[in-house]
């Protein structure tokens, strides 16, 4: 492989943004620690290079000039938009950070040329290059179009599976008893299907605060409506992260989790279509309680749990209490397109721009 330095030293971004996604899949959790370090070179490869094409001396050419703007775009417009994606809840804290590393690191599209067996390829091909040339920008709409296929994998899963419901683009329907182990948002509330339903995490943020299981609590929920059933030394709710060896890591607003929760409140976002019913001794029962669930003093002790309210949590116990199978939203880890999005563009080159020169826009 022939490369200029900065370009070569830019290939790091492989292998950091693999690790990452494999915790995005893993454990939906992305350490800080990750994104510093490529925004550092980032910022020592910008200054050589502009050091090398005479920027930094004041020589205008049109090389120069080049550089300066898809700097300024990468800095000026990707940086922002990812924030501003992230504050509108597009996508998570980790994936923000993500982009914003890679638009300091590759704003322009790096050059590598190959040979194998005497043939010599230049990866990107031109034909990949968008015109204008920014290369976060097309890690960026590359992960947008990949991530676009996921819908269709749920519909497709969802059809062999025997579960046709509206929910199929965005779900998945599985035994309540498994929820506790899986990542995203229940679909359902008590009378019917929403958006935005409870939160996993916040779920298991609760049953290890409480000190239970799901198991425990599908076994007795009478028992477990009830507030003065709660312990007295409350266990550590942790961050509500799954950890693959079982453990325990995280505080409980890591801003490294990679989805987009936060840790504000929310409204409901129900659709108004009706799930199964509710059973009707499960709604009497819950009356009878000033705090069904405990599910405000939880909230109280812990501060937050990832925006849940206490009627989140009170409606997705009721749900996974009652009933054996559920529909839960297990969302997109972002890092994992962000990190394919960037293998492509290394291998070929922007998507979008491919797609619209291809149908003559381009």
Do not use: C
């Not at 943004?17 to 959790?29: F, P, Q, S, T």
């Not at 550092?40 to 090389?63: K, P, S």
């Not at 010599?120 to 290059?129: D, E, I, Q, T, Y």
């Not at 049953?207 to 009830?226: K, N, S």
Request: glycine letters at 12%; proline letters at 7%; aromatic letters at 8%.
């Amino acid at each position: 492989m022939v490369a200029d330095v900065p370009d070569l030293l830019r290939l790091v971004a492989v292998p950091a943004l693999g690790w990452a996604a494999w915790r995005d899949v893993k454990v939906r959790r992305v350490p800080n620690r990750v994104w510093y370090p490529l925004a550092a070179l980032g910022a020592a490869l910008l200054a050589w290079e502009a050091w090398q094409l005479g920027v930094l001396a004041g020589v205008d050419t049109v090389q120069a000039r080049l550089f300066v703007v898809r700097v300024a775009v990468s800095l000026g417009m990707v940086v922002p938009l990812s924030y501003l994606i992230w504050r509108l809840g597009g996508f998570g804290g980790a994936d923000a950070k993500a982009v914003m590393a890679l638009a300091v690191l590759l704003p322009t599209f790096p050059t590598y040329v190959l040979t194998v067996g005497g043939d010599v390829f230049v990866v990107p091909p031109a034909v990949g290059r968008s015109a204008l040339g920014v290369f976060s920008l097309a890690i960026l709409t590359n992960a947008a179009l990949l991530s676009a296929t996921y819908p269709a994998y749920l519909a497709v899963r969802n059809l062999l599976a025997g579960n046709r419901s509206r929910l199929a683009f965005v779900g998945k329907r599985v035994p309540a008893s498994s929820v506790p182990k899986r990542h995203g948002s229940l679909l359902e509330t008590p009378e019917g299907y929403t958006r935005r339903g409870l939160d996993l995490d916040a779920l298991r943020m609760y049953i290890r605060w409480r000190g239970v299981d799901l198991t425990d609590l599908r076994a007795d929920p009478e028992q477990y409506r009830d507030a003065a059933s709660l312990p007295e030394d409350p266990g550590d709710p942790t961050d509500g992260a799954i950890v693959p060896d079982g453990g325990v890591e995280g505080g409980r607003d890591d801003p490294g989790r990679s989805d987009g929760a936060t840790t504000e409140g929310r409204e409901a976002d129900d659709e108004g279509v009706q799930a199964d019913p509710r059973p009707e001794q499960s709604a009497q029962s819950e009356q009878a309680y000033d705090d069904p669930w405990g599910a405000a003093a939880f909230l109280d002790d812990v501060g937050s749990a990832w925006g849940t309210t206490a009627a989140d949590l009170r409606g997705g116990l009721e749900v996974l209490t009652t009933r054996d199978r559920v529909w839960y939203s297990p969302g997109i880890p972002f890092i994992v397109p962000i990190f394919l999005g960037l293998v492509v563009g290394l291998l070929y080159g922007d998507l979008l721009f491919s797609a619209l020169r291809a149908l003559g826009l381009g």
